[in-house]
């Protein structure tokens, strides 16, 4: 079974990834995308590896739920507020709505246990 | 000359069943049922003050080949210590030259009573719980060969006991399809402790003669069928496990079991032996796969299948998903007014 680390990153990367492409819909930023894309994917790698390290510490699926919305809404703030200077539901809403799914999906899935060395 | 009424011969009857206890520690309290070679009496231990089951060798059908049947059965209960068989306390002969023993008196109903108002996942785990017993009894190299829904107790806790080992037939160790032998009319060798091995059970030479039918129609193999002894293993519990499964999908009330479960049943019931799960234990864990919402063994599933499977299985991932590209969607459709 992935680690729940792993598991955090790749997700948290693909929904990056999708998450960024969207931005092709707003005329107004689509010259930006490749940026725009990286940052995500860079954003939702950050997230899905802070989400699948407390999944590994934390055991709880309400709590890696509310982990999870919280760490996608605040990167996405950070976002929003330093480099697009703006678009915050745009950026917040997603943002908050994949560090969700990234949250209940390492608590759901994933292995735990760390591996003993002898 | 006077002829006895009915009541009068029935009453009559009624005495000749009652085991004769004297001296004994035992006190029959009232009678609780007849099987193929023994009455069953609810009784008072007045030694431990406690309520036990006496199994006795009914009048009518004593002998020496039944009589050593029913202490096999006991000696066969009393090598099992395991929470799913019935412990056996004692036994011995009665006054009246009867072979008896003495079990726990197990309160509670029998599977196809108890099932009635369970939903179908509930159905499923008590079925994996009655499986733990008989793979202990497998393991001890004993085949149960009488099992129905009515010889499964389940308790007021929800504990489950199979009953009535009275068919068990021993094999013998490390031969996979042995000659039968569990009953003697000849006194079983002893070991260390002075009761006979399991050992010596198997080695024993059997009156349940090669051709004789033991078991109970809709529950018995087709190797029982044809009385082959040789052909008797665990794959023969588990053809009547596939019946059980089976009866308890049968009796669930509104959609009809799903096609992995009727998979399963069948694989168990399948009059080739070789084609049986090898195992209570395999069989047992397929059914576990199911309740998982994994693939089973005994069903190839097709692509709308698996994938119907998967989105049960992970539904709320599903959902979130799906919540987050309609969400995505409804931005596309602003961003575009």
């Not at chain 1, 792993?6 to 010259?31: H, K, S, Y």
């Not at chain 1, 390290?53 to 982990?67: E, M, T």
């Not at chain 2, 599933?301 to 919540?323: C, Y």
Request: glycine share 10%.
């Amino acid at each position: 079974m992935t680690n729940k680390i792993v598991l955090g990153l790749v997700l948290g990367g693909i929904l990056g990834i999708l998450d960024g492409l969207t931005a092709w819909f707003t005329p107004e930023v689509r010259n930006q995308l490749m940026g725009i894309v990286f940052g995500s994917t860079l954003k939702g790698i950050i997230a899905g590896v802070l989400i699948g390290v407390f999944a590994r510490k934390v055991n709880s699926l309400p709590l890696g739920i509310v982990f999870g919305l919280a760490v996608g809404a605040f990167l996405a703030w950070l976002v929003a507020n330093f480099m697009q200077h703006g678009y915050y539901l745009e950026i917040m809403l997603p943002g908050a709505m994949v560090g969700l799914i990234v949250g209940y999906a390492t608590q759901k899935y994933g292995a735990s246990t760390q591996l003993q060395r002898t | 000359m006077k002829f006895l009424t009915d009541p009068v011969v029935a009453r009559l009857q009624a005495e000749m069943r009652t085991p004769d206890l004297s001296g004994t520690r035992y006190r029959t309290v009232k009678f609780l049922g007849q099987g193929g070679m023994g009455v069953v009496w609810l009784a008072e231990d007045r030694v431990l003050e406690r309520s036990v089951a006496l199994k006795v060798l009914s009048a009518e059908s004593s002998s020496a080949a039944l009589a050593a049947r029913l202490m096999q059965e006991a000696i066969v209960l009393a090598r099992l210590e395991h929470p799913g068989i019935v412990p056996v306390h004692d036994a011995g002969t009665l006054p009246d030259g009867r072979t008896f023993y003495c079990m726990k008196h197990v309160e509670g109903q029998t599977l196809d009573r108890h099932i009635e108002r369970l939903p179908l996942r509930q159905r499923l785990q008590l079925f994996q719980r009655v499986a733990e017993p008989l793979a202990f009894a497998h393991s001890r190299g004993i085949i149960h060969r009488d099992l129905k829904p009515r010889n499964i107790m389940v308790g007021p806790f929800g504990e489950v006991l199979i009953m009535d080992w009275g068919l068990a037939k021993v094999m013998s160790a490390g031969d996979p399809s042995p000659a039968a032998g569990q009953v003697s009319g000849q006194a079983p060798t002893r070991d260390a402790s002075g009761a006979p091995s399991v050992e010596a059970l198997a080695s024993e030479k059997s009156p349940t003669a090669h051709g004789a039918v033991l078991g109970t129609p809709g529950f018995m193999s087709p190797e029982q069928e044809r009385g082959d002894i040789s052909m008797i293993d665990q794959r023969t519990d588990v053809f009547a496990l596939g019946a059980i499964l089976q009866s308890m999908l049968e009796e669930q009330p509104g959609s009809p079991p799903a096609r992995a479960l009727r998979a399963i049943c069948g694989k168990a019931m399948s009059a080739e032996i070789a084609a049986r799960y090898a195992s209570v234990e395999k069989m047992s864990a397929d059914v576990g796969r199911y309740l998982d919402g994994m693939p089973v063994s005994a069903y190839r599933e097709n692509l709308v299948e698996r994938t119907v499977r998967l989105v049960s299985r992970n539904r709320v991932a599903v959902v979130l998903i799906l919540a987050y590209l309609f969400m995505r969607l409804l931005f596309i459709l602003f961003s575009r007014h």
